[in-house]
């Protein structure tokens, strides 16, 4: 197995691990309540996904 000659600076490793990065998720409104969510998922809202109620949401109570 081939061995390297010399050891790779520090510099050099960090170049090569600058486009090791985390992306951001594309945010979406929702049509029915306009509360922003992840694109192509069931809003967490209202339940609404493309103009249709899929899933019952429970009504949480006001804090106060």
């Known amino acids: 197995m081939p061995l390297q000659k010399r050891k790779h600076s520090q510099s050099r490793r960090d170049k ?18 306009g509360r922003a969510g992840i ?5 967490p809202g209202c ?6 109620a899929v899933i019952a949401v429970k009504k949480s109570a006001p804090a106060s």
Not at 18 to 29: G, M, V
Not at 39 to 43: A, F, G, K, L
Not at 47 to 52: E, L, N, V
């Open 16 to 33: 090569r691990r600058t486009h090791w990065k985390i992306a951001r998720p594309s945010l979406r409104r929702c049509s029915q309540c």
């Open 39 to 43: 694109s192509h998922r069931v809003c």
């Open 47 to 52: 339940g609404f996904y493309r103009g249709r």
